[in-house]
């Protein structure tokens, strides 16, 4: 797990130099390094394009900023950190005295140290962000002000990758790639989403499984609009943000609050005895909101450390690779993983013998338990199995009625359909 762990930090501190926004090569550098880890299917959507209420913007992209000093030092420089330009702020090549530039200042006065993360995608506008003590040091006088971007037509660009099933049904994992040198919000999301998909195509899961790396609400939206035709395959979705901090998890439920995610999630979490906290949806947050819009209404819940707005550094220049640990990705992912363990197994079975309890033992089903340190157990749960399986319960109902371990549960399942007493 550490190893793993390690790795995914390691592509966070690779991902993190990178100036990223909701469009550009920001964002196509950024998916070029993921498509290292995981093949990626690249989409590009032209500026304009009428994606459900929205209009695809215009295409961002920026070489080089700056505020320099009478004297030419620059005084804040979009090289040491893509957070000091406003996001999407348009061309500027001035010199102005103080009092002018700071209408156009972003600072936390509360950590005077810190870095703001602010944009303005969709109002024309520019601006620098900058450290309040950085401020506070600047006389008055004259400064050079450069920001030297452009604002075109272009595209719009996301990234699927897709882990073949055994079925068509589709689990829906998602994660934005929109922010600049943010690590928690949302480089550890990209990691450890990665990481599982490494992990999955290994395996030959049930379901199939499908990857999306796109900007935060355009992104999404884009997405639903492009594949509106096909949405009735995503049974199941879950959203990765704030992965990587040493908070407890938190699992945010779908609109609908029972989905089969959400209760699998509950279940995993409860059962690992991690700490963890389980909130109600709101319409608020990350790509969750789109997914479960009602139109949509996707069983698609989000997982994270500590929340959004929830920690002091989100947003700030604080989010940097130190603030998030291999450790809390290593968790994050183990979580995910058996979640979707529990998720590829979950199964409705019926009794072939309904009639009276059938007898386990001359099927060998009793001698199969033989020297097993759990064998009350497992059979305990092939009984459970046996009384529930009437195409009405699942395996995880079983599970939470006889507060047995899903996986106990699930492997009584299997060696019972193995010896013909009941299908799925």
Known sequence: ?????????????????????????????????????????????????????????????????????????????????????????????????????????????????????????????????????????????????RIDSTLADGHLTYAEHLVPGQVADEVLVSCHVCHPSLANDNLAGIAVAAFLARALAEQTPYYTYRFLFAPGTIGAVTWLARNAERIDRVKHGLVLACAGDRGQLTYKQSRRGD??????????????????????????????????????????????????????????????????????MADTLAVCREAFAVLDRNRRYANLSPYGEPQLGRRGLYDSLGGRSDAKQAEMAMLWVLSLSDGEHSLLDIAERSALPFDTVAAAADALHGAGLIKA
Do not use: K
């Open 1 to 145: 797990m550490t190893t793993v762990g390690h790795q995914m930090h390691a592509l966070v501190e690779r991902l993190y130099p990178l100036c990223r926004s909701i469009t550009g090569d920001g964002v196509r550098a950024t998916l070029e390094i993921v498509g290292e880890y995981v093949p990626l299917r690249v989409h590009e959507v032209p500026t304009g394009t009428q994606v459900l209420d929205w209009t695809v913007p215009q295409e961002w992209n920026i070489r080089d900023a700056y505020i320099a000093d009478s004297a030419g030092n620059r005084v804040v420089d979009f090289a040491a950190s893509s957070l000091h330009v406003l996001g999407y702020s348009v061309p500027v090549s001035a010199t102005m005295p103080l009092a002018e530039l700071r209408g156009h200042l972003h600072t936390l006065p509360d950590h005077p140290a810190w870095v703001p993360y602010r944009t303005s995608y969709y109002q024309p506008a520019w601006g620098f962000c900058l450290a309040q003590e950085t401020l506070d040091a600047l006389p008055d006088g004259e400064y050079q002000v």
């Open 259 to 328: 989905a089969e995610i959400d209760r699998v999630l509950r279940h995993v979490l409860r059962a690992s005895q991690r700490p963890h906290r389980i909130v109600e949806f709101t319409p608020y947050g990350y790509d969750e909101r789109q997914f479960c819009s009602p139109g949509f209404d996707l069983g698609v819940g989000s997982l994270s450390r500590t929340p959004y707005a929830g920690y002091p550094e989100y947003h700030t220049s604080a989010d940097n690779p130190d603030f998030v640990s291999p450790e809390a």
